[in-house]
């Protein structure tokens, strides 16, 4: 649908600015905001470097095995399906401090493989677990302490006070996360 909306938005775009006089505006505005897109992720690039980086250092070392362990019972509450199976819990025990980080680059390739490593022991390839549906809802609502990524592109594009957005930013996860759970075991 929206590879139709688009090509039209963007002929009428054009249509509109030959026909107002507008052309040389619209070459301007297309060219000022091809450089603040390539700047922005540059900015965003050394952010996620970062915090990529501190994840796979926290990997290596006893750190993801402390706050696994401290993760342990809401993870044994939540995927009751994966008990036993210590390499999952971790993988979902990343995942969770990286959203929880605000680190939602860093945790989706870390969900990719919790979600993998799940799918492996799931009898029933062709359909979601229980515990897959949970973590899918986990995931989406990311529940954040740290925005770090909003944070950056706020810093980035001048905000007086990037870190302002906080408060607001724990109230909607939270409320995210309440709603998303109760949809996900009301359509269930």
């Not at 996860?173 to 075991?185: E, F, G, H, Q």
């Amino acid at each position: 649908m929206l590879n139709h909306i688009w090509p039209v938005f963007i002929i009428v775009s054009f249509s509109y600015a030959i026909f107002s006089g507008n052309l040389e505006n619209l070459n301007s505005a297309i060219f000022q905001s091809t450089s603040d897109a390539i700047m922005l992720s540059i900015d965003l690039l050394g952010t996620i470097c970062l915090w990529n980086g501190i994840m796979q250092v926290a990997n290596k070392t006893s750190i993801i095995n402390k706050l696994t362990k401290l993760l342990s019972p809401i993870i044994k509450i939540l995927f009751p399906d994966m008990k036993e199976n210590k390499q999952v819990q971790k993988e979902i025990s990343m995942n969770m401090i990286a959203n929880i980080l605000g680190l939602g680059n860093a945790a989706t390739p870390l969900g990719l493989k919790a979600m993998k490593s799940m799918q492996r022991d799931n009898p029933k390839k062709d359909t979601l677990t229980n515990s897959m549906l949970v973590f899918i809802v986990l995931n989406t609502a990311s529940i954040q302490l740290i925005p770090t990524t909003v944070i950056a592109i706020r810093n980035s594009l001048g905000s007086s006070n990037p870190t302002s957005i906080i408060f607001p930013v724990w109230i909607a996860t939270i409320c995210a996360a309440i709603a998303r759970n109760n949809s996900c075991y009301v359509n269930y």
